[in-house]
């Protein structure tokens, strides 16, 4: 089997525009809207519009929808290619977005692409690739364990040619602005298998009968995770989106290439917190010589620099996979939990070399950590994918006599 990530020409040229874009257009106007430059910083419309105007040039410069295939827009890149384009996009905070490849709405890009009808796509997929809509994903409830999507306690019935829907879902990004939600809830009663009880609708917001309780204060402030009261709201059937009992199914697809392009960026964060880290170490002096000098710090950095190797590994096998049409499950278990650990623990790394310095909001470190943390049980929590894990690498075991299926069933 021949594994290769080198990249075209063509690709390679398009990665440094995006670093190039990253750079020079994006990183001078993120440091306006924060007052990193020394100003005061912007908020409500000069904000938005400063962010709006990045948005245009990035689309006037051919660097918009990357991860969507052409006839929406989109520059049409596989998995393998993508993640170098979202690798480079999130080492700025805004990159994401501004290319318009920013969760969720990526992930619900992909998921309108392969289960909408074409009426809505139209209606739905279309305002999101041009940008001037935005979406959410309800799935996660208060009451019930978010990785486990079989215990969905959300229900909606039949009353003629609608469905009315009842429940409490929460930590629902993007809400608080989103224009419409696809959201997951219990619609079978007596399935075949448990997997098969949960059906997809795509609700307009606002609309009767989602009432947004609060946005969730979290480690990094309120920012539209929201819990979202469910009562009697009615939507006909032809917002349903797939078949009945397919909410299962259709939010698996969605979240794997999601998980895997949460670590695209989780990626970029780790690199220049490394960064970061190797730099501060070059320039400060204590106690007789540099800190890259001393053997403690050495260690930090070179754990960090072999982390992130595995990372960047993993993450482009299993888009590798992807691309190709193979089974990636496990491969993108497996780096989700590797990258979202790798991610907390460079931070944390670059922190102590910093010190107090890095403990105070004078970096981005102390931001990026409290974003980092977020990873480890976003799209699935540690402990549910070393499950998962561990039962496919018994299940491959059993049934060969060997491990090799588990470990990427590489040629060595």
Known sequence: MAIDFTLSPEVEELRRRVRAFVEEVIAPVADRIEGSDGGEGLA????VSALIGLRKQAKAAGLWLPHMPPEWGGMGLGHVELAMVQAEAAKSYYGPWVFNCQAPDEGNMHT???WATPEQAERYLRPLCAGTARSCFAMTEPEVAGSDPTLIQTRAYTDGDEWVINGRKWFISQAHRADFAILICRTEDNPDIPQAANTAFIIDLPHDGWNEVRE????HGSTGHSEILIEDLRVHDDQRLGGRGQGHLLGQYRLGPARLA????????AETALDMMVDRALNRFSHGSLLAEKQGIQWMIADSAMEVYQSKLMVLHAAYKIDR???FKSEVSMAKHFVANTLNRVIDRSIQVHGALGYSTDTPLAHMYQH???ARFADGADEIHQMRIAQRTIAAFSDTGSTRRAT???PI
Request: aromatic share 8%; with cysteine; charged share 30%.
């Open 112 to 114: 309108l692409l392969h």
């Open 44 to 47: 409500g419309a000069e904000r």
């Open 372 to 374: 980092a943390r977020w």
């Open 325 to 327: 049409g193979e089974d």
């Open 262 to 269: 949460h670590c695209m960026r989780w990626i970029a964060q």
């Open 216 to 219: 969730i204060e979290t480690m």
């Open 408 to 410: 990427g069933d590489l």
